[in-house]
Nanobody, 126 residues
Framework: QVQVVESGGGQVQAGDSLRLSCAVSGRGQSYYVTGWFRQAPGQEREFLGGIVSPWAGEPGFYADDVKGRFRISRDNALNTVYLQLTSLKPEDTGVYYC?????????????????WGQGTQVTVSS
């Protein structure tokens, strides 16, 4: 059973940076794809970016809206994927979810991910 646990959310000011963590356990030796999503109040869950682990050299893939401002990285030894948020804006406010799938495809929709974390709240004030 794969488990996904996010952490690192909080309340910040516009222009600040924040790093979210996603610990993935229970995958054995399998490669897996980790995706990050955001859900604002009253909105659908929005894809932000993803990465294949533990594939060496994989740079990650991103939604156009956040490319250059958000960056995904990983620590294979810790089975942890990070989402670095920079130049945060009030419209970045929402619940940030990490999700994983054992299907090796650069999934960009929530339906393509099977294992989900509980979410972590990020609030950006102006």
């Amino acid at each position: 059973q794969v488990q996904v646990v996010e952490s690192g959310g909080g309340q910040v000011q516009a222009g600040d940076s924040l790093r979210l963590s996603c610990a993935v356990s229970g995958r054995g030796q399998s490669y897996y794809v980790t995706g990050w999503f955001r859900q604002a109040p009253g909105q659908e869950r929005e894809f932000l970016g993803g990465i294949v682990s533990p594939w060496a050299g994989e740079p990650g893939f991103y939604a156009d809206d956040v490319k250059g401002r958000f960056r995904i990285s990983r620590d294979n030894a810790l089975n942890t994927v990070y989402l670095q948020l920079t130049s945060l804006k009030p419209e970045d406010t929402g619940v940030y979810y990490c999700a994983a799938t054992l299907t090796l495809r650069a999934g960009r929709t929530a339906q393509e991910y099977y294992y989900w974390g509980q979410g972590t709240q990020v609030t950006v004030s102006s």
